[in-house]
């Protein structure tokens, strides 16, 4: 058996066994188990939005450099990936601004 070639593992399965017949100590790994795995969800949660947020970002900028050339919205639309009625609202900002 693997535990038997190396005496890290044995050590490391006799606390286990230890800790697992204390009903307390196996409540507090489990709620630490618990707490590392909704970090980490959180946390990868975070990062997908955070990714979703700069392409979002990256399209508007884009797109408001396409207006100032002088592209038409649908075009932009469909290069972007925007909404036809996204690009009219920044189109309807710079006028706003320009004014």
């Not at 066994?17 to 307390?24: A, I, N, V």
């Not at 709620?31 to 979002?56: E, F, L, P, S, T």
């Not at 050339?69 to 290069?79: C, L, N, Q, R």
Request: hydrophobic share 40%.
């Amino acid at each position: 058996m693997l535990k038997d070639d190396n005496p890290h593992i044995e050590k490391a399965f006799g606390i286990l066994k230890l800790l697992s017949g204390d009903e307390e100590v196996r409540f507090m790994a489990e709620a630490r188990q618990k707490a590392i795995m909704d970090y980490n969800a959180r946390y990868d949660g975070g990062v997908r939005d955070g990714k979703a947020q700069g392409r979002m970002e990256e399209r508007l900028v884009v797109a408001e450099n396409a207006l100032r050339k002088g592209m038409s919205p649908p075009d932009i639309a469909e290069i972007t990936g925007l909404s036809l009625a996204e690009i009219e609202a920044l189109a309807a900002r710079f006028r706003r601004e320009d004014s």
